[in-house]
C-alpha cells in the first residue's frame, strides 16, 4: 500500500466541512435501502397513497349513503378530508424515521455519529429533514390523488408543511419513548388520538381550545379557514410543531447519553 | 497531535474522580498504547478526547484544539475504531463504508483496496447483520481509516480477530503511523501493545502508573539478568534452566561461560517483565 498523506491537511482543511447536498443523497439512498429491506417498514412510503385513493372513492359512496340515511351531506367535509390526508404523510413518514432511529440506537450507530464530522445533532436533523421533505412532497400528492375538495394550492402547501414537520415529530416521539420497535407499536397507538385533532375544527368554543396545541388542528383550520385566518393557522401550526419537536429533542438527546 | 496535560474528570453524581490528573502527548507517526483494567479511566480519556465528554478539567487538545470546543473540522481530523463495532445492519459492509465516508472531507482510500487488504473484498457486498463478530471489527478499523485521520482511536482493534488478521491490523496501523498520523490504542491485548506500540501507558485507578516504551518497561520492571535454557536429560522432559547470572560481568562469568560449554544448549533468556507481568505488578490484577 502507498504512502498516504493524512487527511486535516491543508488541502482537506481548505475544502468545506460537509458537502451537504452530497451527504443528504448519500444518506436519502442509505435510507431507502433500508426501508426497502425492512418487511416491516418496506410498505409505509405508499400507505398516504393508498388512502387517498380509497378515500378518493369511499367518500361520495358514503356521503351518498349517509345523505339518504342522515340527512348528512359528507362531501361538504372534503376540504376537512383532504386535510387529514394532507397529513397522513407526515404521520407515515415519521413513523419510519422513528422505527430507523430505534434501530440506530439498537445498532449503537447513533452514538457513532457522534464522532463524525456531522455529529450526532447534524445526523439527525438531516434524517428528520430528509423524511420531513418526504412527507411535504408526499402530502401535495396524495391531495391531488384524492381530488376532493377545492384545490388550493398555497393553503395545501402550508398544511403540507404542517404535516411535514410532524413526521419529526413522530420520528423522534419514537425515539424518546420506545425502548425497541414493539413499543414502538404500542406508542403509535397512543399517539392514534392525534389523528381526530383535525375533528375540533367542528367543536365549538372552549372546547376547541384544547386542540390549540395540536399542530394536526391548525392544519384543518388552515385547510377550512372556519375559524381562523389563514395565516394565523399556519404561523400556529409551524409554531406548536416547533414546540412539540424541541422539547421531544431534548427527551431524545437525555435518552441516548 | 495529542497532547494531555493535568486531566481531570468525574461523571455527574459520582464520589471519586474518574481520571485523576492524567499527562500524555502522543507526537505525530506515533502509536501511543493506553493500558489497564476495566474502569481505570481508559475509556473516559478516550471520550474526552473524541470530544464526546465536556466537563472536564485540565487539557485534552487534538491538534491544538482543545477537544470541549471539537466540531466538524475537529472530528474530519479524528478517526474512530470502537470495541464494539456499530454499523446499519440492513446495508451491506461497502454501503456502510461509502455512507460513513462521505462525511468526512478530503482525499480518501479506496475502500475495495482496504477491503481486500482485511479479506473483506468477497463479503463486501453482503449485509452487515450476517458479519461475523471478526469480520465486523475489521470493518471497523476500515471505516476508521478510510478518511486518512491525522489521529486514530483505536479500541482493541484485534479483539476477536484470528493471529492472521491482527496482524495485519496491526501492520496496517504500524503503515499509517509511519505516513505520520498519531496512534492512541487502547487495549487489554498485551501481546498487541508489546508487538504494535512505541510506547504505552499504565492506567491504573485514573493515574498513570507508568508510561515508556514497551522495551524500556520490560527492561525496568525485570531483571537484569539471564538463564541458560539447556534439553531435558529425559526425553520429552521439560528443558533445565540454569541459575540467573547477572548482565554486569556476564562476558567475564565463567560460571556462566561453562554453562554455555554444557551439551544440549537450547538458548539464552534474558529475564525481562513481560507487559503481562508488569500489569498484573502495577494493578495487583490479572488481565481478563
Request: hydrophobic share 50%; aromatic share 10%; net charge positive.
Amino acid at each position: 500500500m502507498e504512502s498516504r498523506e493524512p487527511a486535516g491537511t491543508d488541502q482537506a482543511r481548505t475544502e468545506p466541512i460537509v458537502g451537504v447536498s452530497r451527504n443528504l443523497a448519500r444518506l436519502a439512498a442509505a435510507d431507502i435501502r433500508m426501508l426497502a429491506r425492512d418487511p416491516l417498514l418496506a410498505f409505509i412510503p405508499f400507505i398516504p397513497f393508498l388512502a387517498a385513493f380509497v378515500l378518493r372513492f369511499a367518500v361520495p359512496l358514503l356521503s351518498g349513503f349517509l345523505e339518504r340515511a342522515l340527512g348528512f351531506r359528507l362531501l361538504d367535509w372534503a376540504d376537512l378530508v383532504r386535510a387529514v390526508v394532507l397529513l397522513f404523510p407526515g404521520m407515515f413518514y415519521g413513523m419510519a424515521a422513528g422505527f430507523l432511529l430505534l434501530d440506530d440506537r439498537d445498532d449503537g450507530v447513533s452514538a457513532y455519529w457522534g464522532v463524525t464530522p456531522a455529529g450526532r445533532a447534524g445526523y439527525l436533523g438531516a434524517r428528520l429533514g430528509l423524511f420531513s421533505a418526504a412527507a411535504f412532497l408526499a402530502g401535495v400528492l396524495a391531495a391531488r390523488a384524492l381530488g376532493l375538495g377545492r384545490p388550493d394550492l398555497g393553503r395545501e402547501l402550508g398544511a403540507a408543511a404542517i404535516g411535514a414537520a410532524q413526521a419529526a415529530f413522530f420520528g423522534l416521539f419514537l425515539a424518546a419513548f420506545a425502548a425497541d420497535k414493539v413499543e414502538g407499536l404500542s406508542v403509535l397507538k397512543a399517539l392514534g388520538g392525534l389523528d381526530l385533532a383535525p375533528l375540533a375544527v367542528l367543536l365549538a368554543l372552549p372546547l376547541r381550545i384544547a386542540a390549540w396545541p395540536f399542530p394536526q388542528y391548525w392544519a384543518a383550520e388552515l385547510m377550512l379557514g372556519r375559524n381562523s385566518r389563514s395565516g394565523i393557522a399556519l404561523v400556529a401550526g409551524l409554531g406548536t410543531s416547533a414546540l412539540w419537536i424541541a422539547a421531544l429533542y431534548g427527551k431524545y438527546r437525555k435518552r441516548i447519553e | 497531535m495529542i497532547e494531555v496535560k493535568g486531566l481531570r474528570f468525574t461523571y455527574p453524581r459520582a464520589k471519586a474522580e474518574a481520571v485523576r490528573g492524567v499527562d500524555f502527548s502522543v507526537a505525530a507517526g506515533e502509536v501511543f498504547g493506553f493500558l489497564g483494567p476495566s474502569g481505570a479511566g481508559k475509556s473516559t480519556t478516550q471520550r474526552i478526547l473524541l470530544g464526546s465528554l465536556g466537563g472536564y478539567s485540565g487539557r485534552a487538545a487534538v491538534s491544538g484544539i482543545e477537544a470541549s470546543r471539537a466540531d466538524g473540522a475537529y472530528r474530519s481530523r479524528v478517526g474512530a475504531a470502537f470495541e464494539f463495532p456499530c454499523f446499519y445492519q440492513k446495508l451491506t459492509g461497502r454501503e456502510n463504508l461509502e455512507l460513513f465516508a462521505s462525511f468526512y472531507p478530503g482525499p480518501k482510500d479506496d475502500p475495495r483496496e482496504l477491503l481486500e487488504r482485511l479479506g473483506l473484498a468477497e463479503a463486501a457486498d453482503r449485509r452487515v447483520a450476517e458479519y461475523s463478530k471478526g469480520m465486523k471489527m475489521r470493518l471497523n478499523l476500515i471505516r476508521a481509516l478510510i478518511h486518512r485521520p491525522r489521529v486514530l482511536f483505536l479500541d482493541e482493534p484485534t479483539s476477536g480477530l484470528d493471529p492472521a488478521n491482527a496482524r495485519t491490523v496491526r501492520d496496517l496501523v504500524r503503515e499509517r503511523a509511519a505516513a505520520g498520523a498519531a496512534v492512541f490504542l487502547t487495549t487489554h491485548d498485551m501481546a498487541a501493545a508489546d508487538a504494535a506500540c512505541d510506547r504505552v501507558a499504565f492506567l491504573v485507578d485514573g493515574r498513570i502508573a507508568a508510561c515508556d516504551s514497551p522495551a524500556a518497561l520490560k527492561r525496568r520492571y525485570g531483571k537484569r539478568a539471564v538463564v541458560v535454557e539447556r534439553e531435558a536429560p529425559e526425553r520429552d522432559g521439560p528443558s533445565l534452566l540454569s541459575p540467573e547470572y547477572p548482565l554486569d560481568g556476564l562476558a567475564e562469568d565463567e560460571a556462566f561461560r561453562a554453562e554455555l560449554r554444557k551439551p544440549g544448549l537450547l538458548g539464552v533468556r534474558t529475564l525481562d517483565s513481560s507487559l503481562d507481568q508488569i500489569f498484573l505488578q502495577l494493578t495487583g490484577r490479572e488481565l481478563a
